[in-house]
């Protein structure tokens, strides 16, 4: 079975990053309004999402679901508690996405700034409490080193 492809040639994002919320409706809402991704699908009943994909515009994504009842005892939030989780998004349009975060209410916990390796960085707090970094650092190619 051949790997998929994004147009630049890179293979399609294989690494999803994964959260618990403790509304996980209203979180995936925020992220949609505030950030600008996108709701590719929600499974659930009610209040509860046993299993959602955010995708974001620019590639990859997010995967997320209501904290869950543990029949073991356990706090049922998974490896992740909700508030605990952070990434790095990508994105060409650094201010773009601050302005779009800023006029949906979002919490933004470090301003806009110019790195010292060449990025345009800023970032923000979900009402989860998670913190999203966005950015226009791409990483470095592979076979480097």
Same mark, same amino acid.
């Given at each position: 079975? &051949? *790997?998929? =492809?994004?147009?630049?040639?890179?293979?399609?994002?294989?690494?999803? @990053? *994964? +959260?618990?919320?403790?509304?996980? !409706?209203?979180?995936?809402?925020? +992220?949609?309004?505030?950030?600008?991704?996108?709701? /590719?699908?929600?499974?659930?009943?009610?209040?509860?999402?046993?299993?959602?994909? +955010?995708?974001?515009?620019?590639?990859?994504?997010?995967? +997320? &679901?209501?904290?869950? =009842?543990?029949?073991?005892?356990?706090?049922?939030?998974? @490896? *992740?508690?909700?508030?605990?989780?952070?990434?790095?998004?990508? /994105?060409?349009?650094?201010?773009?996405?601050?302005?779009?975060?800023?006029?949906?209410?979002?919490?933004?916990?470090?301003?806009?700034?110019? /790195?010292?390796?060449?990025? !345009?960085?800023?970032?923000?707090?979900?009402?989860?409490?998670?913190?999203?970094?966005?950015? /226009?650092? !791409?990483?470095?190619? !592979? &076979?480097?080193?």
């Amino acid at each position: 079975m &051949g *790997t998929a =492809e994004v147009p630049d040639g890179a293979p399609a994002p294989q690494v999803w @990053p *994964t +959260l618990r919320a403790y509304d996980a !409706r209203k979180l995936i809402a925020f +992220l949609v309004e505030a950030f600008g991704f996108e709701e /590719t699908v929600v499974y659930g009943e009610g209040d509860a999402v046993h299993h959602a994909q +955010l995708s974001w515009p620019e590639g990859g994504g997010v995967m +997320l &679901g209501s904290v869950r =009842e543990d029949p073991d005892g356990a706090d049922g939030t998974g @490896p *992740t508690p909700p508030g605990s989780f952070g990434a790095y998004v990508v /994105t060409a349009d650094p201010d773009g996405v601050h302005d779009r975060a800023v006029a949906a209410g979002a919490e933004i916990v470090d301003a806009l700034h110019e /790195t010292d390796y060449g990025s !345009r960085d800023f970032a923000a707090r979900d009402p989860e409490g998670n913190r999203w970094y966005f950015g /226009t650092y !791409r990483g470095e190619p !592979r &076979g480097r080193g």
